[in-house]
């Protein structure tokens, strides 16, 4: 039950955040890929730094163990065509998974029409999955993290990551200032 | 129909997002997630259905194995982004009316929804994740599968971006 209530509390206000930066409008979602506008890449980029580091430093001052912080498995051809097709779904809908629900509940048809879809998806591949379950498990390399695959300490991998990441962020404050 | 209110500054907004998602890694190990919902239900209605066909397919069986798909704890996550996006929108004087006439989508809209909803849910089964879960979360962890995943969707989405031009004007 507790788990339940941290469940919502959390997805409120991940709602809320989502809501805020205005990632329930599929245009401004759109917008994106057309470099229209990117606050899909600022909000992603922002708050990945944000976690990254927190769970980083504060693993080092230790508040908990970011040891233990769930790393999803790498599966590298389903996951290489999963997101090919997700890409082109994301621009199709102008709404993603997450931001489909935020859409419909600011009262957006769209994200009831994508949501519909994303139901239709999961089920198509439940339902076919007996035949692709081959390829869905192949290219298995387990819980690989960047850190490992490079050779690198997690400090070292961090610090690269949020140099990236800050330099793409820098890159577009630049553009945006143009005339 | 002008907002009253425009949205929040992405940074700062990005910066409170993965202060949740800290939250969330902290409290109960995992991030945040959104298709594995869609998943979640979809496992609960086929086996409602049809038991059998359900049972027959080891994606449905992987969400029907921990208690009720109904209340799995990334559908009662979804639930509240529900509610916390259906408030901050409401308060904020964001919320569309979805009978006044200006902000009716087309029927065209409506198919593109439901087909760009269709291959991100094939995208994101495949995948294991979606933006939020697998994305953000695990990117965040730095999984390789989660870079991967998230340079393809980006790849995949400015290259098909020219060819639906009309979609967005």
């Not at chain 1, 999963?82 to 994200?111: D, K, M, Q, W, Y």
């Not at chain 2, 995948?127 to 697998?134: D, E, I, K, N, V």
């Amino acid at each position: 039950m507790n788990d339940l209530l941290i469940a919502g509390g959390i997805g409120v206000a991940f709602g809320c955040a989502l809501e805020c930066a205005g990632l329930g409008d599929p245009p401004k979602l759109a917008g994106q890929f057309y470099l229209r506008d990117f606050t899909v890449l600022k909000v992603m980029l922002s708050a990945m730094l944000t976690t990254m580091l927190g769970a980083f430093w504060g693993g080092r001052l230790g508040m908990f163990d970011p040891g233990a912080f769930y790393v999803p498995d790498t599966y590298l051809l389903p996951q290489l065509l999963g997101g090919l097709v997700f890409g082109l779904g994301f621009v199709l809908s102008g709404l993603c998974p997450g931001t489909s629900c935020v859409a419909l509940a600011s009262g957006r048809i769209e994200g009831a029409t994508t949501m519909l879809g994303l139901f239709a998806g999961v089920l198509l591949v439940g339902l076919t999955f007996p035949a692709i379950e081959p390829f869905y498990r192949s290219t298995p390399y387990g819980s690989l993290t960047l850190q490992r695959l490079a050779g690198l300490s997690y400090g070292d991998m961090v610090a690269l990551v949020t140099v990236v990441a800050v330099s793409v962020l820098a890159w577009i404050a630049k553009r945006e200032a143009r005339p | 129909m002008r907002p009253l209110r425009s949205y929040a500054e992405p940074h700062l907004t990005g910066v409170c997002l993965g202060m949740v998602l800290l939250a969330c890694f902290a409290l109960t190990g995992q991030g945040l997630g959104a298709s594995g919902a869609f998943a979640s239900v979809a496992s609960g209605v086929m086996v409602t259905v049809s038991p059998e066909t359900a049972m027959h397919s080891a994606y449905f069986r992987s969400y029907l194995q921990d208690g009720s798909p109904w209340i799995a704890w990334i559908v009662v996550e979804i639930i509240g982004v529900l509610v916390g996006a259906a408030t901050s929108a409401a308060l904020a004087g964001r919320t569309r009316l979805p009978f006044v006439r200006a902000t009716r989508p087309s029927a065209g809209k409506l198919f593109t929804g439901v087909a760009g909803g269709t291959l991100m849910g094939i995208g994101a089964a495949l995948a294991r994740g979606c933006t939020s879960g697998l994305a953000l979360s695990g990117g965040a962890m730095l999984s390789v599968g989660a870079w991967i995943f998230m340079a393809a969707l980006f790849l995949a989405g400015f290259l098909a971006a020219p060819l639906m031009r009309r979609l967005w004007p």
